[in-house]
Structure formats: C-alpha cells, structure tokens
C-alpha cells in the first residue's frame, strides 16, 4: 500500500514526530483521491526528493522541421531566441537512446509523453516505431505536428496503434493568414492541412473509433485574432475534439503581439467562442483563461511572479529531453545532465536534481543553481514558463491538501 511508502519516507524525514504523525494522517485522506504516483508525488515536494518518476516528459526527437513559422523560438528568421545552427537543426535521437529513456520512464511510472518541441516529429523516419514503442509500454501518448507531413499512411497508423491526442499547431482560418504566419511555406499548404486533419477525422470514423483526440493549437496575435471565430468553425469542419488557443508572447515580435486593448478585445470574442463551442461538442482548453488574466503586452510575460510568491513544483512532475543537449528541468533550456553516458532514472534520483526541485520550490529565496549549459535555474524564462498551468494546478493541490505550511 501507498501508505506504507509515506511512513517510510516520513519515518527519514527530519520532520518531528507530530508533524510525522500528522502528515501520515493527510496523506491517508490524499490516497483516497489522489493515484499512488501523484501521492508520492506530492510526499516528494514535501520531502525534498523524487520518490517517483515525472507525470509527464515532453520528448524531443527532432530539431529539423518542414517550416519556418514567424513566431517560432527556433525556426523563425525573424524570431529565434539564438541563434541555431544548421547542424543543430538536423539533429534527431537515435532510437537505441529513445528506447532506453523510454524504459526508464516506464520504471520510474511516467504517466504521459509528448513528441514535440524545437522540431517538427514528423520528420524523424522512426516516429512511428518510435509511437508504437510508447503505445506498448501502456504511457499515453501526444504528438504535436504542424501537419503538412500528416499524410494518409501517417494517420491510418496513428489511428490504429491507438494515439491518445494529436496537436495540431495551425494559427489561422484561412490560407492568406497562413501564409503571413508561415513564411516560405509555399502555396497550398493550408489546403493540404486541412485535407490531412479531415482525413485522419474521417478515417477515424470509418474505424470506429474516438482516438486520437484532435486539438487545434491557435497562437493568438495581431494577425489572426478577429479570426477566432472562424477558426472555431475550420477546426469543426475539419473534425477537431479540442483547441488550444496560446497567446503569442515572444519579444522579438512585439509589432504583432496582443496590445492590452486588443487582449480584451479577444476575450470578449473568446467569450462567444467558448458558446458557440460548445454547439460543437468542441472543448476549448483552460489555459487561455490563466495567460488572459496574467498576461503583459509590454513584457510578453504571464504569471510573472507566480513563482517568486509560491514556488515551482514542476520538478517532481515534469522533465524534458532535447535532443541536442540533454535532460532540461522545465520547458526552458535549463539543461541538467547529459545523456550520452548516464540513464534517465540515475539522473532524475540524483542529489544534484533533488537540490534544484528544493530550491525552485522555495522561490530561489536563500539560493539559485547554475545549470549545465550556464543558465540560472531561475531566471527571467520563469516569468513566462511554459509549465505554468501545471505549475498552479500542483498549487492549487498543495492548497487544497494543507500541505504548504510544511514546506515553508
């Protein structure tokens, strides 16, 4: 039972033996509603260590992709974050690595992967032996994909392997807004989009069956917000499940950002969307709520002190591979360890890992770690990190559970 793991955790901890006694009671009434890994989990934050695997790794297999969109922190001629090289760019993980970080992360009770990243997945020739290994080890699965690659061969063996979800990133209604969006990505590729994503839909009910979910990724900006309407009704038309809609927040584009009048103008438009929606059976994903509210125009930032007032938690529930570096604690390029002469398990269980979680939990406030690739741990990435609405849901989960007042 999961709770003989608590007492033996709590047992090393260096808590009093009050406290002990009434940790062990909260975690009794947690394991009625929480799985065994988030409650070891949730141990870990209060512990200081990994006890478990993370929830959720997000996988990148390729650094090459197919397009070159505006906004891209990687790809973009406008926008790159840095510079990337072209032998950066032609990057993939050999298949001898990917299985053994897939073995680890099954050890270790990961529950989700995503193929994503710096990359477009479907580039890399093994991706479908690549999901199939995934799909065997019982670990739901996600890939995210601009779709142009999303051809018939593709989505009959996604659909039939059994896919949980696919994202597909497109940004627009229509091909004019396309093409502003995607630079050199030629004529017709929208209409080829569209084709591909209502094959896999139709495909889908030819085999009776609901998987994979289909979600529509919109970034929002100057150029395609009045659009949110239609792109409701496109992603309908194309047999979507879900969207996900992002607002667009990288500097280096500040001329096509959202203006503080224009972010409320698209919340009242989002307003009508999320109605019309749900004539569709369409879900609109929450986290637009959350970058609405916290969102700044000026800085491109949301949830911007979030982390300096409660703490980061993604170090017990999430870790990342790039492909060309190594293992990153979070969505940003905070690179850990290598992978090239260790296994994901030794790093995820190390000292070194455990004393990052404690200090990002903590807000940094007594100390920060120089990362591998000579990034702080904190920094300025975490005013607008991508983990932040798993970020405030372990929170919110810590609130909930009474938890905070034993790791401050």
């Given at each position: ?173 229509n091909s004019k807004t396309y093409e502003e969006l995607h630079p050199f990505s030629g004529k017709n590729i929208f209409k080829k989009i569209e084709d591909n994503i209502s094959f896999l ?168 770690f120089v990362m591998r690739d000579g990034n702080l741990l904190l920094d300025e990435e975490c005013e607008h990190g991508g983990n932040y609405d798993l970020n405030r849901s372990i929170y ?13």
């Amino acid at each position: 039972m999961v709770i003989n793991q608590v007492v033996e955790n709590l047992n090393n901890s260096s808590f009093k033996l009050s406290e002990k006694k009434e940790l062990t009671e909260i975690f009794r009434k947690i394991s009625k509603y929480e799985s065994k890994e988030d409650v070891l989990r949730l141990l870990g934050i209060v512990c200081c260590k990994a006890i478990v695997g993370p929830a959720y790794f997000h996988l990148d297999i390729s650094n090459s992709c197919n397009l070159k969109c505006l906004y891209c922190w990687f790809h973009s001629k406008d926008a790159a974050d840095r510079y990337y090289s072209e032998e950066w760019k032609k990057k993939k993980i050999e298949l001898r690595k990917f299985k053994e970080l897939v073995d680890d992360l099954d050890e270790l009770s990961t529950e989700l992967i995503f193929f994503s990243g710096a990359g477009e997945p479907l580039t890399h020739p093994d991706v479908i032996e690549m999901a199939r290994y995934v799909k065997n080890k019982d670990i739901h699965l996600q890939i995210f994909t601009n779709a142009v690659l999303l051809n018939k061969d593709y989505s009959k063996k996604l659909v039939d392997m059994g896919l949980e979800e696919l994202y597909c990133s497109i940004s627009a209604s229509n091909s004019k807004t396309y093409e502003e969006l995607h630079p050199f990505s030629g004529k017709n590729i929208f209409k080829k989009i569209e084709d591909n994503i209502s094959f896999l839909s139709s495909y889908k009910k030819q085999k009776n069956k609901s998987l994979p979910r289909i979600i529509i990724i919109e970034v929002i900006n100057k150029l395609n917000y009045r659009e949110t309407m239609d792109m409701l009704e496109w992603a309908n038309n194309v047999g979507a499940n879900e969207i996900r809609f992002q607002l667009m927040h990288n500097i280096k584009l500040k001329n096509i950002m959202l203006s503080e009048k224009e972010k409320t103008e698209f919340n009242d438009i989002l307003k009508k969307v999320k109605e019309k929606a749900n004539d569709y059976n369409i879900n609109i994903q929450n986290n637009i709520n959350v970058q609405i509210k916290s969102f700044e125009p000026k800085s491109g930032n949301w949830e911007a002190n979030f982390y300096k007032d409660k703490g980061c938690f993604v170090g017990w529930y999430f870790s990342r591979y790039w492909v060309s570096d190594g293992i990153s604690f979070c969505c940003a390029h905070k690179i850990i360890d290598s992978l090239e002469d260790k296994r994901f398990k030794d790093i995820w269980l190390s000292e070194n890992y455990n004393k990052m979680r404690v200090i990002a939990r903590d807000c940094g406030l007594k100390e920060n770690f120089v990362m591998r690739d000579g990034n702080l741990l904190l920094d300025e990435e975490c005013e607008h990190g991508g983990n932040y609405d798993l970020n405030r849901s372990i929170y919110e989960k810590l609130k909930k559970y009474g938890l905070l007042r034993f790791i401050r």
